[in-house]
């Protein structure tokens, strides 16, 4: 026994740098770079410089990333850090090789080929509300970098000319009326400037148009349109500017009842009936975004049922607005994109199962195509979209069309089919679990069953249980040769449900992640993260505004929590079917029956213990000294396995390990001396059991800890400010033994049961070791590995935000008893101890991402797999990652470069090989027995 | 050649009808032959040669002296083997396991076939003179067995720490259970 655990120390000690092995990388993880759901207005094809052959497909996301995807195979091409809110815009110039973005206050222009930052600045106390590219001046294109028109408001409104090339403000115009800014548009000759005038009487607003000299900033113009009836918030604009010949500007009334349309620039309003068959949802207006386009426009009426559109002809010289042709409503949704070639302006109408292609000037149809299904985009209907049309002659030959569809899937139809979808609705992943199977829940259950039964029926129950197993035989027998074909010549990627069923080395374990936008899906981390199902929330709860949803597994389902339900939801986990309240139940309580059940939570900065689950009295409090205030807390995970409670030193002896499983390490945090303390407490008696602070820490950054096994580790940043000696970031582990001394088991000694509500003499206290290192960098998150019997060495997984990364730090580094300030000796070493550095460098073998940039990592959760030697890791919040780590090596699974043909091969050879000479051997044999010795 | 061919060979006869009388040639013996005695020859030479036969007295010393060193070999094996394990080295290998297997083997199957071993020196006269060259032989052989012991300790192999009975000791079991009340 002792000599095994030697030999795994030193196994241990020998490889204390796991990492991703060659083959294994891009097969084992997977990742999703993504966006977000990318915003109508700014999302664009567009040619990444001028003599480009491709487009590149731009856009910014709700969350304000601003991204480019190859529309080939919609591979991310480049992508900025999401900003601070989803207030973005993007705009790009023709013939430009930069795209400009606003976010919030800050203006930048990216590279538009490889994303990098050409200059970017930021305003004063302002927010961009709108971004214009001023494409012509006095009615000349440049060739030059073209400058850029920001309407800025939230503070002091205006608009202000920024200069393409350097980031520059060419000009400001100062609007001191108290408008509230709307938009801006660009005609080749002037800048118009939209904002809503509240009169001060009440009710509604005015729209206020002031024309603005391109070249000086100067006002030219303003006048205001009656819009008081219709217009109360800038919500209630259907569409102004576009830089076409003739910007329009469009609202509606209350009841989506009639359009009106002003010509931006005149003060004309021309007023059009929407179609009256059916009551109209809403109103969409779409229009050519390229000046030297027909000043052409299609209105889009959406109704519960269906849509349908009418395109409008602006004339310019009696500066009218009439409608042209009106497309047939159809039933399902849909929507329309824009697209232009030359001066020509092309409608695309997209619906789940078709894409047509219409010209502005007449209502014939260019092409057509039914689109075929894809298992991504079942049963959604697009929302909103892109189109880039080829036509030669009088008929579209080709589109593409990059869609948002209303399952969040962006999607890219080509011509008929879907060229690939991403899931861009994850990047608002809030919360996800592990599944646990019923089917393997159920095969534990009955272990439990015969555990409980004696001997004789347990057996009589065995026997039945294998007998009705048996009705499995026949379809496992007719699938063995496909596993074997299987195995040999390597597995494809897709799985089936019946494949996570019945899989035999746990590696397709599914995960629940849910989202801000109350969207849950199943996605199987062994197969490259495929999405199984998705659902969307609002089907089971339609009132509900999911905003922060949390979920938890049980067996079989899980529940889902909000503060916007009034009730859990109960989800099946294979199929996603909701489940009533009756059917899922065996809801998670404590294993055993003699076991007093204390609840715990932390409320105002306290962490108070309950009795039971109901009881609103608390049996204890913990409250840190004066002046700090708890943050967050970190308990032991619930399923937590210790393969063996003692640590073995290089003389054999034990350390035992302090092993309570109501541990809870309570974070907090005081103003006074930028304090950080630590406090271990046991949660069943809200005792103190270790406490550690720490001086000159920056509290503004948070800490992250963990907890599991007999040892916790938490990481903190150091104030810059203080006068420190050190500056950086540190990483604290402590193990916890019942008693300093080895062979000994502490104050409890031999006992089997300990409580430490009502504790047998003293009460026993771990013994702790420390010991801190200074990291590189910041970490946000920290977890630990899980393996299914906690014989393999864990490994603390860290999310690494500013270098984009997840790493795997190995248990061995940052073990406390390392030696300090001496080399170890041979005991140590065999112990897998190594002299003590106070600075831990993140081996680049660590990296659990090799080549992917993970982004917006929030949190990263492990489960066992089948086998011992493997944990699952998935990591969720903007990006998307699972891959599976062996900490300790996958010491009992063949490898990738393990060749099977080849072993089948040999063992084939070897078998020709003894048909032919055993018939030798066997005459041999004869001969010798009747060969006659000379 | 062609007419022996009918008739059988001399030789062939003269050993198949060996003489019935010894040829009358008086020539010498070749020198280191020595004649087959005759009966008579044979009685007076015995006659001659009659040494005195050992009393049993004397064949009881004899064996104990034959069964002393019987049951001391092993002990004479001892340095041998002592110096062999010591330079196997502690580490698990193929030959020091073999060495220490040998080294266990030996012992326990002398003390089995003891009865074996010490049966030619078993006589009347001897038979309690025996047990304690027995008990010395045990001890002998108690004392490799010692050696191989000693060796499979230094290998670590037996279970005398704490570290051995790891497995069997049970992680303690606590009388309450707290879990946050988000986890409910």
């Known amino acids: ?934 | 050649m062609s007419a022996q061919t009918s008739s059988y060979p001399q030789w062939v006869i003269d050993l198949k009808e060996p003489p019935t009388t010894k040829p009358k040639i008086t020539l010498a013996d070749p020198p280191g032959y020595t004649a087959s005695l005759t009966r008579k020859d044979r009685a007076a030479s015995s006659k001659q040669s009659m040494r005195k036969q050992p009393t049993p007295e004397e064949m009881d010393t004899l064996k104990m002296k034959k069964a002393w060193e019987v049951a001391i070999a092993p002990a004479k094996q001892l340095p041998m083997s002592a110096i062999g394990m010591y330079m196997t080295g502690n580490t698990l290998q193929i030959f020091s396991i073999f060495m220490v297997f040998t080294l266990f083997k030996t012992p326990i199957l002398a003390a089995l076939n003891i009865q074996k071993t010490f049966a030619s020196f078993e006589a009347p006269g001897t038979a309690n003179r025996l047990i304690a060259v027995k008990i010395v032989y045990l001890l002998t052989n108690a004392l490799s067995l010692g050696l191989g012991i000693w060796k499979v300790n230094a290998m670590g192999l037996l279970p005398t720490t704490r570290s051995d009975w790891l497995a069997w000791e049970a992680e303690r079991t606590w009388s309450e259970r707290a879990v946050p009340q988000e986890w409910l």
Do not use: C
């Not at chain 1, 179609?275 to 052409?296: C, M, Q, R, T």
């Not at chain 1, 580094?813 to 106070?838: F, H, N, W």
């Open chain 1, 1 to 934: 026994m002792a000599k095994l655990s030697a030999v795994l120390a030193l196994v241990a000690f020998l490889a204390p740098a796991t990492a991703v092995f060659e083959d294994e990388a891009f097969h084992i993880d997977f990742h999703y770079a993504l966006l977000g759901r990318p915003k109508q207005e700014a999302t664009f094809f567009q040619k990444p410089y001028a003599a480009s052959k491709a487009s590149l497909l731009y856009t910014v996301s709700e969350n304000g990333t601003i991204g480019a995807v190859n529309p080939r195979d919609g591979a991310l091409v480049w992508r900025s850090a999401p900003g601070a809110s989803g207030r973005a815009h993007l705009r790009a110039g023709e013939e430009q090789d930069t795209v400009i973005s606003a976010v919030e206050d800050r203006i930048a222009a990216w590279s538009a080929s490889d994303g990098r930052l050409v200059w970017h600045s930021r305003l004063d106390n302002a927010i961009a509300e709108d971004l214009e590219i001023l494409e012509q001046e006095d009615g000349i294109s440049t060739t030059d970098a073209k400058d850029a028109i920001v309407l800025v408001g939230h503070g002091t409104n205006g608009v202000k000319r920024i200069d393409g090339k350097s980031g520059h403000v060419k000009w400001t115009f100062e609007d001191t009326s108290g408008d509230t800014p709307f938009q801006v548009s660009s005609s080749p000759t002037t800048i118009y400037y939209i904002s809503l005038h509240a009169p001060l009487l009440g009710g509604g607003s005015k729209l206020r148009v002031t024309s603005l000299s391109p070249i000086t900033g100067k006002k030219l113009d303003s006048y205001t349109l009656g819009s008081e009836g219709d217009v109360q918030t800038k919500d209630d604009i259907l569409f102004a500017g576009a830089n076409t010949a003739a910007p329009v500007l469009a609202w509606t009334d209350k009841a989506h009842k009639v359009l009106k349309v002003n010509i931006i620039g005149t003060k004309g309003v021309s007023s059009f009936n929407a179609p009256s068959s059916e009551p109209v949802d809403s109103i969409v207006l779409h229009a050519p975004k390229k000046v030297n386009s027909l000043p052409h426009f299609l209105v889009e009426y959406r109704t519960a049922t269906g849509h349908s559109a009418e395109v409008y002809h602006v004339d310019l010289k009696k500066n009218a607005v009439s409608q042209a042709y009106a497309l047939p409503p159809l039933q399902g949704k849909g929507t329309f994109a824009t697209s232009t070639s030359d001066a020509n302006v092309y409608f695309t109408r997209i619906t789940s199962d078709e894409v047509t292609v219409v010209s502005s000037v007449s209502h014939s149809v260019l092409g057509q195509w039914l689109v075929k299904g894809s298992p991504a985009l079942a049963g959604a209907y697009p929302v909103h979209g892109v189109s880039e049309v080829v036509v030669k002659g009088n008929s579209a030959s080709a589109v593409r069309s990059a869609a948002l569809f209303s399952n969040g899937q962006w999607a890219l139809i080509r011509n008929n089919e879907i060229a690939w979808a991403r899931p861009e609705f994850l990047a608002g992943t809030v919360s996800a679990v592990w599944v646990q199977l019923p089917e393997e829940e159920s095969l534990a259950h009955q272990l439990e069953e015969e555990h409980h039964q004696d001997v004789v029926s347990a057996y009589i129950h065995r026997v039945q249980r294998h007998l009705r197993d048996l009705q499995h035989l026949p379809a496992w027998l007719q699938n063995l040769p496909n596993r074997i074909l299987g195995s040999v010549a390597g597995k494809s990627d897709e799985s089936t449900m019946e494949e996570i069923q019945h899989d035999t080395f746990g590696f397709h374990k599914l995960v629940i992640a849910a989202t801000n936008k109350g969207r849950l899906s199943a996605l199987d981390v062994g197969s490259k993260g495929r999405i199984v199902w998705s659902i969307d929330l609002h089907q089971f709860a339609p009132d509900a505004t999911f905003i922060n949803p949390s979920l938890k597994a049980f067996r079989g389902f899980v529940e889902v929590k909000d503060s916007s339900l009034p009730r859990s939801l109960f989800v099946n986990s294979t199929s996603g079917r909701q489940l009533s309240s009756e059917e899922a139940h065996g809801q998670w309580v404590p294993s055993q029956d003699h076991e007093t059940l204390i609840t715990y939570k932390l409320s105002e900065g306290t962490l108070e213990g309950f009795l039971g689950t109901g009881s609103a009295q608390p049996v204890w409090n913990f409250t840190p000294p004066l002046g700090e205030r708890a943050i967050s807390y970190f308990a032991r995970p619930a399923k937590d396995p210790v393969a063996s409670i003692g640590k073995v030193l290089g003389d054999r002896r034990v350390l035992y390990k302090y092993l309570n499983p109501n541990l809870v390490l309570v974070a907090a945090v005081a103003e006074a001396g930028h304090r950080a303390s630590v406090y271990l407490l046991d949660s069943a008696s809200g005792q103190l059991l270790h406490t550690a602070s720490h001086y000159g820490v920056d509290i503004s950054r948070p800490i992250p800890s963990t907890l599991s096994e007999n040892w916790f580790t938490y990481s903190f940043t150091l104030d810059s400010s203080s006068s420190n000696s050190s500056r950086g970031y540190q990483l604290v582990v402590s193990e916890l033994y019942e008693s300093p001394l080895p062979d000994d088991r502490g104050p409890l000694g031999a006992s089997a049961n300990s409580s430490t509500v009502q504790p047998r003499g003293e009460a026993a206290k771990p013994h702790v070791i420390s010991q801190s290192f200074q990291i590189p960098e910041e970490i946000s998150h920290m977890t630990v590995t899980q393996t299914r019997q906690g014989i393999t060495s864990r490994e603390l997984i860290v999310t690494l935000p500013s270098s984009n990364s997840i790493v795997g730090i190995p248990r061995g580094v940052i073990d406390p008893r390392r030696p300090v300030g001496r080399d170890a000796t041979a005991q140590e070493q065999s112990e897998g101890l190594v002299k003590y550095a106070p600075m831990i460098i993140f081996d680049p073998k660590w990296h659990l991402n090799h080549k992917y940039e993970l982004i917006g990592i929030k949190d990263v959760i492990t489960s066992e797999s089948g086998l011992e030697s493997t944990s699952l890791v998935f990591a969720y919040g903007m990006d998307i990652f699972g891959t599976r780590v062996a900490p300790s090596f996958a010491f009992d699974v063949l490898g990738k470069g393990f060749n099977k043909v080849q072993m089948l091969l040999t063992v084939a050879a070897l078998f020709v090989g003894v048909l032919f000479v055993a018939p030798l051997v066997r005459r041999k044999q004869i001969n010798t027995l009747w060969t006659v010795p000379q």
